[in-house]
């Protein structure tokens, strides 16, 4: 009797597949007026998410100060962004609009000397064009002017014309200067 022995040889591969972990993106810290809310978005469809709230959607509103996080699962990975949202009160102008001829211009805030007053040539992502309670600057064509003002309440006056503005946010459109 013969003895036959067959062998069978089993070759085993494995692979894995690369999957990108999430990129989470919730923007620049923030700065919004009470009584306003903001709608924070991880993005990433179809992903799973847990904020620091402890929500479990992809968006939330927000409307406290503090600092919020989310964590973004998907295939890939996990990933956290963060961002810190500030909620201050809103300053109270009693203003209206005003229109100043370009040139030389002299705009004043009668409010908190100790406050912090920040110019801007617009309400959000604008140039930032002085601090304090006065601003001097030559204007040669229309620009409208936001003051983002870190106190409770403030008066406005313009060094030639009458007080101007309006409120907006934590932005006040205080004058449009006509070049």
Known sequence: MRNICLSFFF???????????????????????????????????????????????????????????????NV????????????IDSAIFIVRDTVICGGLVSLSINGD????????????SGNLLGTG??????FFSDTTLYIE???VSAQLSAGRTAPGGTASGNYYSVSTISG
């Not at 000397?113 to 959000?124: C, E, I, K, L, Q």
């Not at 309670?133 to 030559?138: A, E, P, R, Y």
């Open 149 to 151: 003002s870190r106190v």
């Open 133 to 138: 309670q006065q601003l001097n600057k030559t």
């Open 11 to 73: 070759f085993f591969c494995t692979f894995s597949l690369l999957f990108a972990q999430p990129i989470v993106n919730l923007g620049n810290d923030t700065t919004v007026c009470n009584g306003s809310s903001v709608l924070f978005n991880a993005g990433n469809n179809g992903a799973s998410f847990i904020w620091s709230t402890g929500e479990t959607t992809q968006t939330i509103s927000v409307n406290n100060s503090g600092t919020y996080w989310v964590d973004v699962t």
């Open 76 to 87: 890939g990975g996990t990933s956290r962004d963060s961002i810190v949202l500030s909620v």
């Open 113 to 124: 000397p100790n406050g912090t007053y920040f110019w801007w040539d617009a309400p959000s």
